[in-house]
């Protein structure tokens, strides 16, 4: 079966960091984009960060340009969303998706079941 697997998620201050996890479970990586989506409440899915099976090639919505950095180490099967300066809008859910094909949702084949940030002093 396959399963992507989220983690790192938690409370943190305003101004602080947190680093995503998304693990693969059942298939390899390697061949796939992932992206990472976010949900707060009441608010629509965002794309929040995407990579290219090769670490090589990476985009990030405007909300968190400069803040955040997505990565990638196929060896160990994850990637990572590394969160810095984060606010209080960035409050939400977030998830991990991958394609084959690519990030846009229409290719995105699994998702994960997401874990929660939560900013707040």
């Known amino acids: 079966q396959l399963q992507l697997v989220e983690s790192g998620g938690g409370l943190v201050q305003p101004g602080g960091s947190l680093r995503l996890s998304c693990a693969a479970s059942?298939?390899?990586?390697?061949?796939?984009?992932i992206a990472w989506f976010r949900q707060a409440p009441g608010k629509e899915r965002e794309g929040v960060s995407c990579i290219n099976n090769s670490g090589g090639r990476t985009n990030y919505a405007d909300s968190v340009k400069g803040r955040f950095t997505i990565s990638r180490d196929n060896a160990k099967n994850t990637v990572y969303l590394q969160m810095n300066s984060l606010k209080p809008e960035d409050t939400a859910v977030y998830y991990c998706a991958g394609g084959l094909v690519g990030c846009a949702s229409q290719y995105l084949e699994v998702w994960g079941q997401g874990t929660l940030v939560t900013v707040s002093s």
């Open positions: 059942g298939f390899t990586l390697d061949y796939y984009a």
